[in-house]
């Protein structure tokens, strides 16, 4: 049995994991359907994520209607878990995009044009 994932920064995971994270899933739909494991009476699309790998069945009945939850496969190393008591917290959804924004410049210590937290006679307004 594989040792649960460890868990990192957001940096240290692939960077197609850091951008699917921060900002979703690139979906490349396949064309036709899929038969589901139990229902002859229900069938799925498959979309593959071009980013990361990841695969999604959407279940759908002849009217069109949604069926149960999406069944997802996710490349190795993309999920993380809880389970183990001793790993640190789990990135939150804005842990990833903070690290992605940061990685394309957008800093929050990133220079300011004006105000440094002391007054200024010059943008003083009268
Ligand atoms: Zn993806």
Request: positive net charge.
């Amino acid at each position: 049995m594989p040792k649960d994932v460890e868990i990192q920064p957001p940096k240290r995971y692939p960077k197609m994991f850091e951008e699917c994270r921060a900002r979703g899933h690139q979906w490349h739909h396949f064309p036709g359907l899929v038969d589901h494991p139990t229902y002859y009476t229900v069938k799925g699309t498959m979309s593959e994520c071009v980013g990361c790998g990841a695969e999604v069945t959407r279940w759908m009945l002849s009217t069109g209607r949604p069926f149960g939850s999406p069944t997802m496969k996710y490349p190795v190393g993309y999920l993380l878990s809880r389970k183990d008591p001793q790993t640190p917290e789990l990135p939150t959804r804005n842990d990833w995009r903070r690290s992605y924004i940061h990685s394309l410049g957008f800093r929050e210590d990133a220079p300011k044009k004006k105000g440094n937290g002391r007054a200024s006679s010059r943008n003083a307004v009268a």
